[in-house]
């Protein structure tokens, strides 16, 4: 049976048990990094000797806390919005073929949620991680520029101390 080792940072490797004269042995089926796609999935399964469980191994990632993405097809969506958002042209014989298409697919309303975020869409992570370092790069700006925000408060009760530090303070209390 498959299963999923981070082999450090966000690679990760899809493995399975085989049994071999000298003892168990581990055989890796696809090595991937940090999104297991339907690709991955297909190449260990391919490789694979004995039983592999698709399902198992999606949980695995779930477990991990990894992305997978399970259809090709919303892929291939993502990318055609992300291009069509930055101001793409396509031929208008295939916007036709595309609305045609569409026409009969299952559709469904956008939440408002996605909608605020519907330009990020199909972007590599990697720009999105520039740009959430540039809004923090920001607010950091932000906070440097004003003054604190307010003061520190008094404090409500006195320090607990010991005797001693209390006669110190009151001593330096009568000689002023």
Do not use: Q
Request: hydrophobic fraction near 45%.
């Amino acid at each position: 049976m498959a299963y999923l080792v981070r082999r450090g940072g966000d690679r990760f490797d899809v493995r399975e048990s085989v049994a071999t004269p000298a003892g168990p042995r581990s055989r890796t089926l696809a090595t991937f990094r940090a999104r297991l796609t339907p690709e991955v999935l297909e190449r260990a399964a391919a490789r694979a000797e004995r039983r592999f469980d698709r399902d198992a191994l999606l949980a695995a990632a779930e477990r991990l806390g990894l992305v997978t993405t399970e259809r090709r097809e919303d892929r291939a969506a993502r990318e055609l919005l992300a291009e069509l958002r930055c101001g793409a042209r396509i031929d208008p014989v295939l916007v036709t073929l595309l609305r045609d298409a569409l026409a009969s697919a299952e559709s469904a309303p956008v939440p408002a949620a996605l909608a605020e975020v519907a330009e990020w869409v199909g972007v590599p992570a990697a720009r999105r991680g520039e740009a959430l370092r540039d809004l923090l790069r920001v607010s950091d700006r932000i906070v440097r520029s004003r003054g604190p925000v307010r003061a520190r408060a008094e404090r409500a009760f006195p320090r607990f101390s010991s005797r001693r530090a209390t006669r110190r303070r009151s001593d330096a209390a009568r000689a002023r």
